[in-house]
Protein backbone atom coordinates (compact mmCIF):
# COMPACT_ATOMS: atom_id res chain seq x y z
CA UNK A 1 0.00 0.00 0.00
CA UNK A 2 1.32 3.19 -1.12
CA UNK A 3 0.22 7.55 -0.49
CA UNK A 4 -0.23 6.72 -4.39
CA UNK A 5 -3.01 4.72 -4.03
CA UNK A 6 -2.32 1.73 -5.77
CA UNK A 7 -3.85 -0.74 -2.64
CA UNK A 8 -7.02 -2.74 -2.58
CA UNK A 9 -8.79 -1.61 0.65
CA UNK A 10 -10.77 -4.00 1.12
CA UNK A 11 -13.17 -3.17 3.90
CA UNK A 12 -11.41 0.41 3.77
CA UNK A 13 -13.35 1.14 0.23
CA UNK A 14 -13.39 5.21 -0.38
CA UNK A 15 -10.69 5.81 2.20
CA UNK A 16 -7.58 7.47 0.64
CA UNK A 17 -4.53 8.67 2.34
CA UNK A 18 -4.56 12.71 0.97
CA UNK A 19 -8.19 13.39 1.70
CA UNK A 20 -8.12 11.49 5.14
CA UNK A 21 -5.34 13.41 6.66
CA UNK A 22 -7.04 16.51 5.43
CA UNK A 23 -9.82 15.92 7.08
CA UNK A 24 -7.95 14.79 10.40
CA UNK A 25 -6.19 17.61 9.99
CA UNK A 26 -9.52 19.57 10.55
CA UNK A 27 -10.52 17.75 13.19
CA UNK A 28 -6.80 18.17 15.24
CA UNK A 29 -7.47 22.30 14.84
CA UNK A 30 -10.98 22.16 16.60
CA UNK A 31 -10.85 19.07 19.11
CA UNK A 32 -10.11 21.07 22.06
CA UNK A 33 -12.19 23.54 21.41
CA UNK A 34 -14.98 21.31 20.56
CA UNK A 35 -14.10 19.34 23.31
CA UNK A 36 -14.48 22.17 26.14
CA UNK A 37 -17.27 23.53 24.41
CA UNK A 38 -19.17 20.19 24.96
CA UNK A 39 -17.88 19.95 28.36
CA UNK A 40 -16.38 16.55 27.16
CA UNK A 41 -15.25 14.81 30.97
CA UNK A 42 -11.79 13.91 30.96
CA UNK A 43 -12.79 11.15 33.05
CA UNK A 44 -14.66 9.92 30.21
CA UNK A 45 -11.59 9.30 27.75
CA UNK A 46 -9.83 7.32 30.69
CA UNK A 47 -11.88 3.49 31.17
CA UNK A 48 -11.62 2.15 34.48
CA UNK A 49 -10.01 -0.68 33.04
CA UNK A 50 -9.23 -2.29 29.75
CA UNK A 51 -10.28 -6.13 28.28
CA UNK A 52 -9.30 -7.77 25.00
CA UNK A 53 -9.81 -11.27 23.84
CA UNK A 54 -7.42 -10.47 21.14
CA UNK A 55 -4.46 -12.85 20.96
CA UNK A 56 -2.31 -9.99 19.24
CA UNK A 57 -2.79 -6.93 21.20
CA UNK A 58 -0.88 -3.85 20.20
CA UNK A 59 -1.15 -0.35 22.16
CA UNK A 60 0.24 2.80 20.25
CA UNK A 61 0.67 5.55 22.78
CA UNK A 62 1.11 9.12 20.79
CA UNK A 63 2.03 12.49 22.39
CA UNK A 64 -0.25 15.02 21.36
CA UNK A 65 1.06 17.61 22.39
CA UNK A 66 1.72 20.98 20.53
CA UNK A 67 4.99 20.07 19.19
CA UNK A 68 4.04 16.75 17.84
CA UNK A 69 2.90 18.52 15.00
CA UNK A 70 1.50 16.08 11.88
CA UNK A 71 2.17 12.55 13.85
CA UNK A 72 -1.46 12.18 15.27
CA UNK A 73 -2.95 12.76 11.70
CA UNK A 74 -0.31 11.10 9.84
CA UNK A 75 -1.38 7.67 11.90
CA UNK A 76 -5.30 8.76 11.20
CA UNK A 77 -4.58 8.67 7.44
CA UNK A 78 -2.72 5.28 7.42
CA UNK A 79 -5.26 3.65 9.70
CA UNK A 80 -6.31 1.01 6.57
CA UNK A 81 -2.90 0.52 5.85
CA UNK A 82 -2.14 -0.14 9.77
CA UNK A 83 -4.72 -2.60 9.78
CA UNK A 84 -4.42 -4.69 6.84
CA UNK A 85 -0.55 -4.33 6.62
CA UNK A 86 -0.50 -5.37 10.77
CA UNK A 87 -2.43 -8.33 10.32
CA UNK A 88 0.14 -9.79 7.67
CA UNK A 89 2.49 -9.96 11.06
CA UNK A 90 0.23 -10.40 13.89
CA UNK A 91 -2.87 -12.13 12.19
CA UNK A 92 -6.35 -11.94 12.01
CA UNK A 93 -7.23 -11.09 15.29
CA UNK A 94 -5.12 -7.93 15.79
CA UNK A 95 -6.57 -5.13 17.88
CA UNK A 96 -5.78 -2.17 18.42
CA UNK A 97 -5.57 0.48 21.70
CA UNK A 98 -4.56 3.94 20.95
CA UNK A 99 -3.56 6.27 23.97
CA UNK A 100 -2.86 9.81 24.22
CA UNK A 101 -0.51 11.46 26.31
CA UNK A 102 -0.59 15.35 27.56
CA UNK A 103 1.78 17.03 30.44
CA UNK A 104 -0.69 16.23 33.77
CA UNK A 105 1.11 19.19 35.16
CA UNK A 106 -0.71 21.87 32.68
CA UNK A 107 -3.20 19.77 30.51
CA UNK A 108 -6.87 19.91 30.76
CA UNK A 109 -6.79 15.96 29.00
CA UNK A 110 -3.04 14.43 29.57
CA UNK A 111 -4.34 11.05 29.79
CA UNK A 112 -7.06 9.39 27.09
CA UNK A 113 -7.34 5.66 26.75
CA UNK A 114 -9.04 4.01 23.88
CA UNK A 115 -10.60 0.43 23.90
CA UNK A 116 -8.76 -2.30 21.70
CA UNK A 117 -10.49 -2.30 18.67
CA UNK A 118 -10.17 -4.22 15.23
CA UNK A 119 -10.87 -2.64 11.36
CA UNK A 120 -13.17 0.02 10.80
CA UNK A 121 -13.59 0.82 14.46
CA UNK A 122 -9.99 2.20 14.50
CA UNK A 123 -11.09 5.19 12.83
CA UNK A 124 -13.72 5.98 14.75
CA UNK A 125 -11.24 5.19 17.81
CA UNK A 126 -8.65 8.23 17.02
CA UNK A 127 -11.48 10.42 16.34
CA UNK A 128 -12.92 10.37 19.83
CA UNK A 129 -8.97 11.62 20.95
CA UNK A 130 -8.84 15.01 22.12
CA UNK A 131 -6.06 16.31 20.20
CA UNK A 132 -5.11 19.26 22.97
CA UNK A 133 -1.90 20.46 21.72
CA UNK A 134 -0.74 22.00 24.86
CA UNK A 135 2.44 20.48 27.10
CA UNK A 136 4.39 21.95 29.22
CA UNK A 137 7.71 23.26 27.42
CA UNK A 138 10.08 21.46 29.49
CA UNK A 139 11.17 18.41 27.33
CA UNK A 140 8.59 16.61 29.71
CA UNK A 141 5.30 15.17 29.28
CA UNK A 142 3.73 12.26 31.57
CA UNK A 143 4.03 9.22 29.73
CA UNK A 144 4.56 7.33 32.79
CA UNK A 145 0.80 7.88 33.47
CA UNK A 146 0.42 5.67 30.21
CA UNK A 147 2.95 3.53 31.16
CA UNK A 148 1.27 2.61 34.93
CA UNK A 149 -2.32 2.78 33.31
CA UNK A 150 -1.28 -0.38 30.83
CA UNK A 151 0.75 -2.06 32.82
CA UNK A 152 -1.84 -2.16 35.88
CA UNK A 153 -5.72 -2.02 34.38
CA UNK A 154 -5.48 -4.11 30.75
CA UNK A 155 -6.39 -7.35 31.07
CA UNK A 156 -5.25 -9.50 27.89
CA UNK A 157 -5.93 -13.29 28.76
CA UNK A 158 -5.29 -14.45 25.55
CA UNK A 159 -2.61 -12.55 24.20
CA UNK A 160 0.68 -14.19 22.78
CA UNK A 161 2.94 -11.18 22.24
CA UNK A 162 1.37 -8.56 23.14
CA UNK A 163 3.65 -5.08 21.57
CA UNK A 164 3.46 -1.63 22.93
CA UNK A 165 5.06 1.69 20.81
CA UNK A 166 5.26 5.20 22.56
CA UNK A 167 5.82 7.89 19.82
CA UNK A 168 6.90 11.21 21.58
CA UNK A 169 9.56 13.87 21.61
CA UNK A 170 10.60 14.67 25.14
CA UNK A 171 11.22 12.59 28.28
CA UNK A 172 9.36 11.63 31.05
CA UNK A 173 9.31 12.59 34.32
CA UNK A 174 11.63 11.52 37.28
CA UNK A 175 8.35 10.15 39.33
CA UNK A 176 4.92 9.15 38.80
CA UNK A 177 2.99 12.24 40.94
CA UNK A 178 0.91 9.89 43.43
CA UNK A 179 -1.93 12.20 43.00
CA UNK A 180 -1.46 11.84 39.16
CA UNK A 181 -1.40 8.32 40.27
CA UNK A 182 -4.80 8.45 41.39
CA UNK A 183 -6.41 10.81 39.50
CA UNK A 184 -5.64 9.74 36.22
CA UNK A 185 -5.01 6.33 36.45
CA UNK A 186 -7.04 4.81 39.24
CA UNK A 187 -4.10 3.68 40.84
CA UNK A 188 -2.87 4.43 44.23
CA UNK A 189 0.46 4.43 45.66
CA UNK A 190 2.17 3.19 48.82
CA UNK A 191 4.59 6.27 47.59
CA UNK A 192 5.98 7.94 44.37
CA UNK A 193 7.50 5.73 41.90
CA UNK A 194 10.32 6.31 39.68
CA UNK A 195 9.37 6.29 35.91
CA UNK A 196 12.52 3.61 35.22
CA UNK A 197 10.33 0.98 38.28
CA UNK A 198 7.37 2.29 35.47
CA UNK A 199 8.30 1.09 32.45
CA UNK A 200 9.82 -2.22 34.17
CA UNK A 201 6.17 -2.55 35.26
CA UNK A 202 5.31 -2.35 31.40
CA UNK A 203 7.89 -4.43 30.37
CA UNK A 204 6.62 -7.25 32.20
CA UNK A 205 3.28 -7.70 29.91
CA UNK A 206 4.75 -6.08 26.65
CA UNK A 207 7.28 -5.76 24.04
CA UNK A 208 7.62 -2.09 24.91
CA UNK A 209 9.42 0.38 22.05
CA UNK A 210 9.84 3.99 21.89
CA UNK A 211 9.78 5.86 18.55
CA UNK A 212 11.31 9.40 19.17
CA UNK A 213 10.88 12.60 17.03
CA UNK A 214 13.24 15.43 17.70
CA UNK A 215 12.59 17.43 20.48
CA UNK A 216 14.99 20.06 18.67
CA UNK A 217 15.08 20.16 14.91
CA UNK A 218 18.44 20.06 13.51
CA UNK A 219 17.70 19.58 9.94
CA UNK A 220 19.51 15.90 9.51
CA UNK A 221 19.73 13.01 11.37
CA UNK A 222 21.77 14.23 13.90
CA UNK A 223 20.46 14.58 17.45
CA UNK A 224 20.75 17.91 19.35
CA UNK A 225 21.98 17.96 23.05
CA UNK A 226 18.86 18.05 24.14
CA UNK A 227 17.49 14.81 22.46
CA UNK A 228 20.76 12.97 22.99
CA UNK A 229 19.46 13.58 26.61
CA UNK A 230 15.69 12.50 26.38
CA UNK A 231 16.68 9.55 23.89
CA UNK A 232 19.63 8.30 26.72
CA UNK A 233 16.53 8.74 29.32
CA UNK A 234 14.22 6.30 27.62
CA UNK A 235 17.26 4.05 26.45
CA UNK A 236 18.58 2.79 29.25
CA UNK A 237 15.22 1.43 30.31
CA UNK A 238 14.31 0.22 27.16
CA UNK A 239 17.50 -0.45 25.19
CA UNK A 240 18.73 0.85 21.86
CA UNK A 241 17.48 -2.20 19.93
CA UNK A 242 13.86 -0.79 21.46
CA UNK A 243 14.58 2.70 20.36
CA UNK A 244 13.89 4.20 16.81
CA UNK A 245 14.60 8.09 16.29
CA UNK A 246 12.71 9.26 13.53
CA UNK A 247 12.86 12.92 12.32
CA UNK A 248 10.59 12.49 9.00
CA UNK A 249 6.76 12.01 11.37
CA UNK A 250 5.91 10.61 7.52
CA UNK A 251 6.97 7.32 8.19
CA UNK A 252 5.65 6.22 11.65
CA UNK A 253 3.83 3.81 10.19
CA UNK A 254 6.93 2.50 8.38
CA UNK A 255 8.40 1.65 11.34
CA UNK A 256 5.63 0.58 13.63
CA UNK A 257 5.97 -2.16 10.79
CA UNK A 258 9.59 -2.93 10.87
CA UNK A 259 8.86 -3.23 14.73
CA UNK A 260 6.51 -5.78 14.49
CA UNK A 261 8.53 -7.54 11.98
CA UNK A 262 11.34 -7.85 14.86
CA UNK A 263 9.18 -8.99 17.28
CA UNK A 264 7.92 -11.87 14.85
CA UNK A 265 10.96 -12.59 13.46
CA UNK A 266 9.98 -11.44 9.40
CA UNK A 267 12.63 -8.61 9.01
CA UNK A 268 12.99 -9.93 5.55
CA UNK A 269 9.50 -10.22 4.37
CA UNK A 270 9.49 -6.38 5.58
CA UNK A 271 12.27 -4.92 3.89
CA UNK A 272 11.18 -6.66 0.36
CA UNK A 273 7.38 -5.22 1.05
CA UNK A 274 8.86 -1.57 2.44
CA UNK A 275 11.25 -1.68 -0.55
CA UNK A 276 8.43 -2.61 -3.49
CA UNK A 277 6.05 -0.35 -2.19
CA UNK A 278 8.03 3.09 -1.44
CA UNK A 279 10.49 4.88 -2.99
CA UNK A 280 14.08 4.64 -2.32
CA UNK A 281 14.46 8.07 -0.05
CA UNK A 282 11.74 6.69 2.27
CA UNK A 283 12.94 3.17 2.39
CA UNK A 284 16.13 5.14 3.10
CA UNK A 285 14.63 7.41 6.09
CA UNK A 286 12.35 4.31 7.30
CA UNK A 287 15.68 2.32 7.77
CA UNK A 288 17.86 4.93 9.32
CA UNK A 289 15.26 5.02 12.46
CA UNK A 290 15.35 1.45 12.66
CA UNK A 291 18.65 0.42 12.43
CA UNK A 292 19.31 -0.13 16.18
CA UNK A 293 15.83 -2.02 16.60
CA UNK A 294 16.42 -4.07 13.10
CA UNK A 295 20.70 -4.05 13.79
CA UNK A 296 20.80 -3.33 10.28
CA UNK A 297 23.82 -1.66 7.88
CA UNK A 298 23.05 1.70 6.30
CA UNK A 299 19.93 0.83 3.89
CA UNK A 300 21.15 0.58 0.50
CA UNK A 301 19.18 3.45 -2.15
CA UNK A 302 18.97 0.78 -4.45
CA UNK A 303 15.24 -0.05 -5.91
CA UNK A 304 13.33 -3.06 -8.33
CA UNK A 305 13.73 -1.03 -11.38
CA UNK A 306 10.84 -3.35 -12.99
CA UNK A 307 8.22 -2.15 -9.92
CA UNK A 308 6.64 1.09 -11.06
CA UNK A 309 4.31 1.48 -7.95
CA UNK A 310 4.15 0.79 -4.54
CA UNK A 311 3.07 -2.53 -3.95
CA UNK A 312 2.60 -4.32 -0.71
CA UNK A 313 3.46 -8.22 -1.01
CA UNK A 314 0.85 -10.63 0.59
CA UNK A 315 0.14 -13.65 1.13
CA UNK A 316 -1.92 -15.77 -0.25
CA UNK A 317 -1.97 -19.82 0.74
CA UNK A 318 -4.27 -21.92 2.56
CA UNK A 319 -1.24 -22.79 4.42
CA UNK A 320 -1.75 -21.29 8.23
CA UNK A 321 1.62 -19.99 9.83
CA UNK A 322 3.20 -22.05 12.08
CA UNK A 323 3.46 -20.97 15.83
CA UNK A 324 6.03 -21.16 18.43
CA UNK A 325 4.60 -20.41 21.84
CA UNK A 326 6.97 -20.63 24.90
CA UNK A 327 5.79 -20.92 28.50
CA UNK A 328 6.83 -18.52 31.21
CA UNK A 329 5.80 -18.62 35.08
CA UNK A 330 3.36 -15.88 35.76
CA UNK A 331 5.85 -14.77 39.04
CA UNK A 332 7.40 -11.42 39.27
CA UNK A 333 10.25 -12.30 38.45
CA UNK A 334 9.59 -13.81 35.31
CA UNK A 335 8.97 -12.50 31.91
CA UNK A 336 8.60 -13.75 28.01
CA UNK A 337 10.99 -13.98 25.46
CA UNK A 338 10.76 -14.18 22.09
CA UNK A 339 14.09 -15.21 20.25
CA UNK A 340 17.93 -14.38 21.63
CA UNK A 341 19.22 -12.97 24.90
CA UNK A 342 17.80 -9.96 26.42
CA UNK A 343 18.86 -7.51 29.24
CA UNK A 344 15.74 -7.14 32.01
CA UNK A 345 15.85 -5.21 35.06
CA UNK A 346 13.41 -6.32 37.25
CA UNK A 347 14.77 -9.37 38.82
CA UNK A 348 16.15 -12.91 37.28
CA UNK A 349 13.59 -14.32 34.21
CA UNK A 350 13.94 -16.98 32.58
CA UNK A 351 13.30 -17.83 28.71
CA UNK A 352 13.32 -21.01 26.98
CA UNK A 353 15.24 -18.71 24.14
CA UNK A 354 17.90 -17.23 26.52
CA UNK A 355 18.80 -16.20 29.67
CA UNK A 356 18.28 -12.63 30.80
CA UNK A 357 20.71 -11.00 33.23
CA UNK A 358 19.19 -8.96 36.55
CA UNK A 359 20.28 -5.41 37.06
CA UNK A 360 17.87 -3.85 39.59
CA UNK A 361 16.94 -6.59 42.35
CA UNK A 362 12.93 -6.29 42.89
CA UNK A 363 11.05 -3.81 41.48
CA UNK A 364 8.60 -1.92 43.91
CA UNK A 365 5.47 -2.95 44.32
CA UNK A 366 1.83 -1.32 43.31
CA UNK A 367 -1.28 -0.96 45.02
CA UNK A 368 -4.80 -0.28 44.01
CA UNK A 369 -6.85 -1.72 41.09
CA UNK A 370 -4.01 -3.98 38.71
CA UNK A 371 -5.49 -5.57 36.00
CA UNK A 372 -4.14 -8.89 35.10
CA UNK A 373 -1.15 -10.27 33.21
CA UNK A 374 -1.07 -11.25 29.70
CA UNK A 375 -0.78 -14.79 29.14
CA UNK A 376 2.73 -14.89 29.30
CA UNK A 377 3.09 -17.20 26.36
CA UNK A 378 5.68 -15.42 23.33
CA UNK A 379 5.10 -15.96 20.11
CA UNK A 380 7.44 -16.63 17.18
CA UNK A 381 6.13 -16.81 13.61
CA UNK A 382 7.84 -18.84 11.23
CA UNK A 383 7.53 -18.86 7.27
CA UNK A 384 6.00 -21.83 5.54
CA UNK A 385 8.38 -22.89 3.49
CA UNK A 386 6.15 -24.94 1.35
CA UNK A 387 4.18 -21.67 0.15
CA UNK A 388 5.30 -18.79 -1.99
CA UNK A 389 3.58 -15.40 -1.75
CA UNK A 390 1.99 -13.99 -3.79
CA UNK A 391 1.90 -10.15 -4.67
CA UNK A 392 -1.02 -7.78 -4.74
CA UNK A 393 -0.96 -4.20 -5.57
CA UNK A 394 -2.47 -2.43 -2.13
Same mark, same amino acid.
Given at each position: ?? +????????????????????????????? !???????????????? @????????? $???????????? %??????????? &?? =???????????????????? %????????????? $???? #?????????????????? %???? +?????????????????? @??? $???????? +??????????????????? =???????????????? /? !????????? !???????????????????????????????? $?? @???????????????? #???? !???? +????????????????? =??????? &????????????????????????????????????? *?????? #????????????? *? %??????????????????????? /???????????????? =??
Amino acid at each position: MS +EAGDWDPGPWKGHDFISAKQKYDIHVGRS !YSDAVQKSVNPDKLVP @ASLHTESNA $PLVIACDVTGSM %GESPATIFSKC &PY =LDLEGKEYLGDDLAISFAAV %GDAYTDKYPLQVR $PFVK #GLELKASLEELVIEGGGG %GQSM +ETYELAALYYATHAEMPN @ALN $PIFVFIGD +EGLYEFVDKAQAKRWTRTT =LEKRMSYKDVLQALQQ /K !YAVYCIRQP !YQKTGGDKMSAADVKIHKQWADVLGEDHMAFL $PD @ATRIVDVIFGILAKET #GRVK !YFQE +EITQRQTPQQVNTAMKG =LKTILGL &PSPSSKRNKTSGNSVTTKKKTAVKKSLVLTQKKSTAG *TKKSTT #GTKKSTTGTKKST *T %GTKKNTTGKKKSLTGTKGSKASG /KSVTTKKSSSSKKSKK =LI
